[in-house]
């Protein structure tokens, strides 16, 4: 069975603004996609037979990306770091909240958010994020 990390958007703050530091990364990496970290996963083989990145942004999982493979990277210092390859396609999801984290954690599939749009998506779990920032900015969530 497939796990899934879960990452902190540091610095972004929408789904459009993610996009395009990533199409600015893409286009700089001629076309791949990558995500340093510091440390490789130990369960990388698990991540690549059909893992994904989810990403919180604004303290709310808003959208993942599947994740392809891993590389040994050298980051800007001469540093050794672990490139998380991605799709480069964003997906949404249900939008939940998150907790802070340092770094990246394993995401187990069975509690992952769903996609938004999958034929068995439940219309009435889902809270447009618009309306439920609203909603939070009350206290009501």
């Not at 069975?110 to 939070?136: A, C, H, T, V």
Request: aromatic share 6%.
């Amino acid at each position: 069975m497939a796990v899934h990390l879960i990452k902190l958007a540091v610095g972004v703050d929408s789904i459009e603004h993610l996009s395009e530091i990533q199409d600015r990364h893409r286009h700089e990496n001629r076309g791949v996609l990558r995500h340093l970290t510091r440390n490789t996963p130990k369960r990388s083989k698990e991540l690549i037979a059909d893992g994904s990145i989810y990403w919180v942004i604004k303290g709310f999982i808003r959208v993942r990306q599947r994740i392809i493979g891993f590389e040994e990277a050298i980051a800007r210092g001469g540093k050794r770091r672990c490139a998380i390859c991605l799709d480069p396609q964003l997906i949404r999801v249900c939008l939940t909240p998150q907790k802070p984290i340092q770094g990246w954690r394993y995401l187990d599939p069975l509690i992952s958010p769903k996609d938004l749009g999958r034929r068995d998506f439940n219309e009435e779990e889902y809270i447009p994020e618009k309306l439920f920032n609203e909603l939070k900015s009350l206290g009501l969530i």
